[in-house]
Antibody, heavy 120, light 111 residues
Framework: QVTLKESGPALVKPTQTLTLTCTFS??????????VSWIRQPPGKALEWLAR???????FYSTSLKTRLTISKDTSKNQVVLTMTNMDPVDTATYYC????????????WGQGTTVTVSS | QSVLTQPPSVSGAPGQRVTISCTGS?????????VHWYQQLPGTAPKLLIS???NRPSGVPDRFSGSKSGTSASLAITGLQAEDEADYYC???????????FGGGTKLTVL
């Protein structure tokens, strides 16, 4: 059974750096074709794709947020970490991680999401 | 403004058929990239509904179907049920952005 779970601070201050961890089980990110993405959803708004890391350590970022994002993986711990610098109140959202299986960018398993509020 | 355009809302009576469109461009859907559809029930994480334009993952009822043509894709839901009331999102890949993109979402109301 594939599962993913996001963790990180519920509250960050403006200008701080947010670090989120996605801990997963049931698959290995060293297996060819596996990918993990981060997606966020501000309250009442649409999903926004943020970043993706592939089994071969290729990394992809949202063009609009590229300068603020870093994605990395620790295969031995089954974790993917996303950092976002210079947080702003508009970054308040639920942040999800999700897996894409072999041969597709469709995200077949999602974490439950973690809510991050940016406020002083 | 989302790269993929969806109607903000659709509605239908129980038992009816509704469709949700997802309009892209030559750098995403029109370039041949797959479209995926997600259902998000209130307060929950999105769930993959249709993968690779028209494939239903295991457990998804055959009332849900997807299609793609040119720069657009569609999600059709037949035999509407009250439990289908949710937000629906399309997703594809955009070559000019070198990343995935989502539609703005469509709220389905079952009358």
């Amino acid at each position: 059974q594939v599962t993913l779970k996001e963790s990180g601070p519920a509250l960050v201050k403006p200008t701080q750096t947010l670090t989120l961890t996605c801990t997963f089980s049931g698959f290995s990110l060293s297996t060819s074709g596996m990918r993990v993405s981060w997606i966020r959803q501000p309250p009442g708004k649409a999903l926004e794709w943020l970043a993706r890391i592939d089994w071969d350590d290729d990394k992809f970022y949202s063009t609009s947020l590229k300068t603020r994002l870093t994605i990395s993986k620790d295969t031995s711990k089954n974790q993917v970490v996303l950092t976002m610098t210079n947080m702003d109140p508009v970054d308040t959202a639920t942040y999800y991680c999700a897996r894409s299986g072999q041969g597709t960018l469709g995200m077949d398993v999602w974490g439950q999401g973690t809510t991050v509020t940016v406020s002083s | 403004q989302s790269v993929l355009t969806q109607p903000p809302s659709v509605s239908g009576a129980p038992g009816q058929r509704v469709t949700i469109s997802c309009t892209g461009s030559s750098s995403n859907i029109g370039a041949g990239y797959d479209v995926h559809w997600y259902q998000q029930l209130p307060g929950t994480a999105p769930k993959l509904l249709i993968s690779g334009n028209s494939n239903r993952p295991s457990g998804v009822p055959d009332r849900f179907s997807g299609s793609k043509s040119g720069t657009s894709a569609s999600l059709a839901i037949t035999g509407l049920q009250a439990e289908d009331e949710a937000d629906y999102y399309c997703q594809s890949y955009d070559s000019s952005l070198s990343g995935s993109v989502f539609g703005g979402g469509t709220k389905l109301t079952v009358l």
